[in-house]
């Protein structure tokens, strides 16, 4: 999907933030939050890429709000998605423990996704050849899916070259979806700075790291 | 969401889904301080700067690091979640190189931790792939012209961690000393590793 997630190349965003040494977690909460997105996608019978997609999805001022934040709200999309917690329970329980008087709402109906796994981790071993070589001329296809995918907008319909191949992987654009695994090719495609942001930019090559299907040969 | 739910304060969104799940046995509040634990004390850069010394130390770990990254990192007891495939990048004085996630902010837990704020951090996502010469020099690192930069957008579950530059001056240093000198920055490529 075309959101606010798909960052890069964005303006307006302001002077980079100071390095730091800082804890991982300012407060508790994030911890907390860190932990329960993770126990989550457990709990709600999903996966990493349905994580990431779910995160996607908060809306985007609140996806600015931080990296917990958005975090968290994203672990509870997962949790609603599968009926395990609904939003109205969460609002519930947030009143009473401010200390309102509320009411718990009846408990959802589970309708977790059950796509089957092809085992731990997102790595893959593929019978079929890749369809690109290192070398190769590639362009990024001009994909434009309401859904999840790892294609992002500042590289589509750009020419570049195949620099390596990596392990075969799940599908994030499928497997988000719980439409199966699906494992790909996967490639490091680099592209000249040029191509990406026209003449007069810096002079730079970006690699990135993307899914056969989001290719075709060049022409 | 409704508004009034996308406005709920995230600690106490958190106590509220903690309590719901704990209540329902599908989590234990003991493994969420046991993540927190984790991430707070025994995983950070401070593994990855075990790595890199050894690689400074010892040329045949070097080689294996760069040819197989996470096989070469197990090797010093270095693995788990955002691990899966790890490929190290070496800074030389002929090319940078600098990792980013512009979709989310993934980034190799195993060595590194968890993503400080400036990573995860729009300003950076948004501008490292664009202007990536001008956020290091914001960072305080200005390279000069003849040095080529590469940028690596971690869009897939391959994780990249950079082997910076040894600095001179640390002939004859112990990996331990060695390792007291790398930073979390140098290791993502906004830094250099500085001299004793």
């Not at chain 1, 990296?67 to 609904?86: F, I, K, P, T």
């Not at chain 2, 590194?112 to 202007?131: A, H, I, Q, T």
Request: glycine fraction near 8%.
């Amino acid at each position: 999907m075309d959101g606010i997630h798909d960052m890069g190349g964005m303006q307006g965003f302001g002077h980079t933030r100071a390095l730091d040494a800082g804890p991982p977690f300012a407060a508790h909460w994030e911890g907390q939050a860190f932990a329960l997105g993770l126990l989550a996608i457990r709990a709600s019978g999903a996966n990493l890429h349905a994580f990431r997609h779910a995160i996607e999805r908060v809306p985007a001022a609140r996806y600015l709000t931080g990296y917990y934040a958005r975090w968290l709200m994203g672990a509870q999309n997962l949790l609603r998605d599968s009926g395990v917690v609904s939003d109205e329970e969460v609002t519930a329980r947030a009143a009473r423990l401010s200390g309102q008087d509320a009411a718990e709402p009846a408990r959802p109906e589970l309708r977790k996704p059950d796509m089957p796994s092809g085992g731990p981790g997102n790595l893959r071993s593929l019978d079929s050849p890749p369809a690109f070589a290192v070398g190769d001329a590639v362009r990024t296809r001009d994909l434009h899916p309401s859904g999840h995918t790892r294609l992002p907008r500042y590289v589509r319909r750009r020419a570049g070259t195949v620099a390596a191949i990596q392990p075969a992987q799940v599908f994030p654009d499928s497997a988000a979806h719980f439409r199966g695994e699906d494992p790909q090719h996967v490639y490091s495609v680099e592209f000249a700075s040029a191509e990406l942001w026209g003449a007069g930019c810096e002079p730079f090559t970006l690699s990135i790291d993307l899914f056969e299907p989001y290719l075709e040969p060049a022409t | 969401m409704t508004a009034a739910q996308e406005h709920l304060d995230p600690a106490l969104r958190v106590e509220a889904l903690a309590s719901l799940l704990t209540e329902r046995g599908l989590i234990d509040p003991a493994t969420v301080e046991t993540f927190i634990k984790t991430y707070e004390q025994s995983v950070g850069p401070m593994n990855g700067a075990k790595v890199v010394a050894r690689a400074w130390a010892d040329p045949d770990y070097r080689a294996r690091l760069l040819a197989d990254g996470t096989a070469a990192i197990a090797e010093l007891g270095f693995k788990g979640p955002q691990g899966e495939h790890i490929v190290v990048l070496e800074n030389t004085p002929a090319v940078h190189n600098v990792v980013v996630c512009t979709l989310c902010s993934c980034y190799p837990w195993p060595v590194l931790g968890l993503p400080p704020s400036w990573y995860k951090d729009p300003s950076y996502r948004s501008r490292v792939v664009r202007e990536p010469r001008a956020v290091l020099a914001e960072f305080g690192l200005e390279l000069a012209d003849d040095v080529a930069v590469k940028v690596f957008d971690s869009s897939s579950e391959v994780r990249y961690m950079v082997l910076p530059e040894r600095p001179a001056g640390t002939e004859g240093m112990s990996e331990e000393e060695l390792a007291a000198l790398v930073t979390r920055d140098a290791m993502v490529g906004v830094a250099a590793v500085g001299a004793p």
